[in-house]
C-alpha cells in the first residue's frame, strides 16, 4: 500500500516559536507606527502571497487599538507565519504561537491555582512572569479553541497546535504547596 508520506524523504515542520513582525508588536503595545513598518507589512504580504494583506496595511492606519482590532492583528500574525511556513515547503506548519503572550504564561493565565510572583530572565534574554503553584491545578477554560478555529480556515498545509506539557509549567514554576 503506498502513502504520501512514501513520496516524501523527510517529513519537515516548525518545533519553536517565530518572533512576532514588528508592526504587530509595536501596534498591539500601542506604540505608533512607522511608514517602515507599513512598508515591512506590505512587502511580506505580498511576498508570502498573504491573501487580502491590504486589508491589514488599512488596519495598521488606524491607531489606537481597542480588543477586537488588536484580536485582528493577532490572526494577521497568525497567517503571516502559516504562509512563511507553507512557502518554505513545510508539511506541518502551526502559526509560531503569534496570537499568544508566550509558552508558559499562555497556559498558565489559563489555568487555576497559580499565582503571579515576577519577571524572571528566560534562556532566549527575554522576560516571563514566574507563577507559584498555590492550589489545585485546573483548566479555567479552553484556551485553544479559538487559535484552532482561526488556523483550520486558513491553512492550507496540514496543521498542528502546540500545547505547552506539564513538565515546563511544573519546571518552570514556584512550588508553594
Do not use: C
Amino acid at each position: 500500500m503506498s502513502t504520501d508520506l512514501d513520496h516524501k524523504p523527510l517529513l519537515t515542520h516548525e518545533i519553536g516559536s517565530l518572533d512576532k513582525p514588528g508592526w504587530r508588536v509595536k501596534a498591539y503595545a500601542g506604540q505608533p507606527l512607522s511608514d517602515r513598518d507599513l512598508e515591512e507589512a506590505r512587502t511580506w504580504g505580498e511576498r508570502l502571497e498573504v491573501p487580502d494583506y491590504e486589508r491589514l496595511i488599512e488596519l495598521l492606519g488606524h491607531a489606537p487599538f481597542g480588543k477586537e482590532q488588536k484580536a485582528d492583528l493577532q490572526r494577521w500574525s497568525s497567517l503571516y507565519a502559516l504562509k512563511l511556513e507553507e512557502g518554505a515547503g513545510l508539511d506541518v506548519v502551526y502559526d509560531g504561537e503569534q496570537q499568544r503572550t508566550e509558552m508558559y504564561d499562555w497556559a498558565v493565565s489559563h489555568s487555576n491555582g497559580f499565582e503571579r510572583r515576577g519577571s524572571v530572565r528566560a534562556f532566549d534574554n527575554k522576560y516571563y512572569t514566574k507563577a507559584a503553584v498555590t492550589g489545585p491545578i485546573s483548566l479555567k477554560t479552553p484556551f485553544h479553541n479559538g487559535e484552532f478555529s482561526y488556523l483550520v480556515s486558513v491553512a492550507e498545509a496540514e496543521l498542528k497546535i502546540p500545547v505547552t506539557g506539564a513538565y515546563p509549567i511544573a519546571d518552570w514554576s514556584f512550588d508553594e504547596r
